[in-house]
């Protein structure tokens, strides 16, 4: 059974810096690609960064940029995000998705998502 596990939202002052963790479990964590999505209130799910399976190449979205940095540790099976200088606008529930380098198989996971709320 597959699981992913993220941790590490909260409630921050604008400015202040977050790690999120996805602890993942079940799967074959170095065959995956790892990615950060969020989700604002009334607004649809966008991806945030992502990491290859080896952790060579990352990505980043453009609003993100110098700000939040993807990382993973596939001996510990784990997938994190350094959330740095966050905004108001940074608020919104973060998921950890993992999908199979073998594009053609469509396998991926989500975890349950946990909530970052910048505010003052």
């Known amino acids: 059974q597959v699981q992913l596990v993220e941790s590490g939202g909260g409630l921050v002052q604008p400015g202040g810096s977050l790690r999120l963790s996805c602890a993942a479990s079940?799967?074959?964590?170095?065959?995956?690609?790892m990615s950060w999505y969020r989700q604002a209130p009334g607004k649809g799910r966008e991806r945030v960064a992502l990491i290859s399976n080896t952790g060579g190449v990352t990505n980043v979205i453009d609003p993100v940029k110098g700000r939040f940095t993807i990382s993973r540790d596939n001996a510990k099976q784990m997938v994190f995000l350094q959330m740095n200088n966050l905004k108001p606008e940074d608020t919104a529930v973060y998921y950890c998705?993992?999908?199979?380098?073998?594009?053609?198989?469509?396998?991926?996971?989500w975890g349950n998502g946990t909530l970052v709320t910048v505010s003052s």
């Open positions: 998705k993992a999908t199979s380098v073998d594009v053609s198989s469509g396998i991926g996971y």
């Open positions: 079940g799967l074959t964590f170095s065959s995956y690609v």
